[in-house]
T-cell receptor
């Protein structure tokens, strides 16, 4: 049973465009929502994270939008660059239970020059 | 600070053998988590250790086990390897604020 559902599975965007990846969850006990970027042959690297008390967080070209009532959150990559081509994972955890993270199935992003 | 290190990076074993993977967390991090990553199942949580105690456990058979030492270094062991255990095994260390930092992983191939 997938606790965090991620879409789309793959995404192709033109350079300079906006990449949008969506995730949905069911467990309202989740209180921490990070996004990870993974390049081939590497471990996932934390991009940006959000907690449910805010609806949006921006760091550079990366923005998380969070909709608590809909139990959805999304990653927006502005001005997408070829170097952003990677696999992106959303995740969720319940902080009070420790560091057990539930990951989405990943989105393979390709940015075309 | 040095990042999370994992050894070995690549491993080839045959069915029935056992394997031990090692993870050294970022200095000062006391929580170490292990994940299995496969193309079909994605990233799946194996277990988490905090101060030498298993704090969380995922839905994996008992063939998968782990431990953590007093210096926070962690090992995971898989006994009686099966073909389906072929995967990238990732270790992550965490701050008290839950930020997880992943190592490069150990790629295990079971023949």
């Amino acid at each position: 049973q997938q606790q965090v559902k991620q879409s789309p599975q793959s995404l192709i965007v033109q350079k300079g465009g906006i990449s949008i990846i969506n995730c949905a969850y069911e467990n309202t006990a989740f209180d921490y929502f990070p996004w990870y970027q993974q390049f081939p042959g590497k471990g996932p690297a934390l991009l940006i994270a959000i907690r449910p008390d805010v609806s949006e967080k921006k760091e550079g070209r990366f923005t998380i939008s969070f909709n608590k009532s809909a139990k959805q959150f999304s990653l927006h990559i502005m001005d997408s660059q070829p170097g952003d081509s990677a696999t992106y994972f959303c995740a969720a955890s319940m902080g009070y239970t420790g560091n057990q993270f539930y990951f989405g199935t990943g989105t393979s992003l390709t940015v075309i020059p | 600070k040095a990042g999370v290190t994992q050894t070995p990076r690549y491993l080839i074993k045959t069915r029935g053998q056992q394997v031990t993977l090692s993870c050294s967390p970022i200095s000062g991090h006391r929580s170490v988590s292990w994940y299995q990553q496969t193309p079909g199942q994605g990233l799946q949580f194996l277990f988490e250790y905090f101060s030498e105690t298993q704090r969380n456990k995922g839905n994996f058979p008992g063939r998968f086990s782990g431990r953590q030492f007093s210096n926070s270094r962690s090992e995971m062991n898989v006994s009686t390897l099966e073909l389906g255990d072929s995967a990238l095994y990732l270790c992550a260390s965490s701050t008290p604020t839950e930020t997880q930092y992943f190592g490069p992983g150990t790629r295990l191939l079971v023949l």
